[in-house]
């Protein structure tokens, strides 16, 4: 089975500061997909980013870009110029590739505060 | 709005009641997934439906739950005989074809409350 591990319960930033969220995950497939979902407070979730694993370019989305290492299991997310409305619970997720690769397994999440 | 909707929004109920939330997902979505996420925690799988087909069940989804898709659009959850450990919000994700790669667009959730 796959696990997802966010290792920073809690992070801040500055405005238009930059800031890093954490994830490791264990799985022994070498076709999967990795998300970044959003969760503000109150509102329902929505995905931030998306990276294949076959795929060695980092994925960019606006000022939201990730790292990923896959032979050492890692993949972060960068925040650039961080704004208020970025403050959410910020979930890494790992889905399984292929039909057969349905739930999405998340990690336990990493509440990001903004500060003005 | 066209996105994915969950009713009721909340539900407080008494220790071995029966509750039931429904989901209505994005209509061209032939996918619709149900996870339980308890306070501090990420979500966790409870299910999935491809069309009105249950093709996949957690082994969190005890014999007291019990989800359905009659015509492959919305779909409702069941508890019964609610226990204080299932207060939680329930999220109902869609998504549209087969490949993996297809988002799953989430619901506002339905939070439960046991007493």
């Known amino acids: 089975a796959q696990t997802v591990t966010q290792s920073q319960p809690e992070m801040s930033v500055q405005e238009a500061e930059t800031v890093t969220l954490s994830c490791t995950y264990d799985?022994?497939?070498?076709?999967?997909?990795l998300f970044w979902y959003k969760q503000p407070p109150s509102r329902q979730m929505i995905l931030v980013i998306r990276?294949?694993?076959?795929?060695?370019q980092n994925a960019t989305e606006n000022r939201f870009s990730v790292n990923f290492q896959k032979a050492a299991k890692s993949f972060s997310l960068k925040i650039s110029d961080s704004q208020l409305g970025d403050a959410a619970m910020y979930f890494c997720a790992y889905r399984s590739y292929g039909s057969s690769g349905s739930r999405l397994t998340f990690g336990e999440g990493t509440q990001l505060t903004v500060n003005p | 709005d066209t996105g994915v909707s969950q009713d009721p929004r909340h539900k407080i109920t008494k220790r071995g009641q029966n509750v039931t939330f429904r989901c209505d997902p994005i209509?061209?979505?032939?996918?619709l997934y149900w996870y339980r996420q308890t306070l501090g925690q990420g979500p966790e799988f409870l299910t999935y439906?491809?069309?009105?087909?249950?093709?996949?069940k957690s082994r969190l989804l005890s014999d007291r739950f019990s989800a359905e898709r009659p015509k492959g659009s919305f779909s409702t959850l069941e508890i019964q005989r609610t226990e204080q450990g299932d207060s939680a919000m329930y999220l109902c994700?869609?998504?549209?074809?087969?490949?993996?790669?297809?988002?799953?667009?989430f619901g506002p959730g339905t939070r439960l409350t046991v007493t």
């Open positions: 990276q294949e694993a076959y795929k060695q």
């Open positions: 439906f491809q069309n009105e087909a249950q093709l996949e």
């Open positions: 799985t022994s497939e070498s076709d999967y997909y």
């Open positions: 209509s061209e979505h032939n996918r």
């Open positions: 994700a869609s998504s549209m074809g087969l490949a993996s790669a297809y988002e799953q667009y």
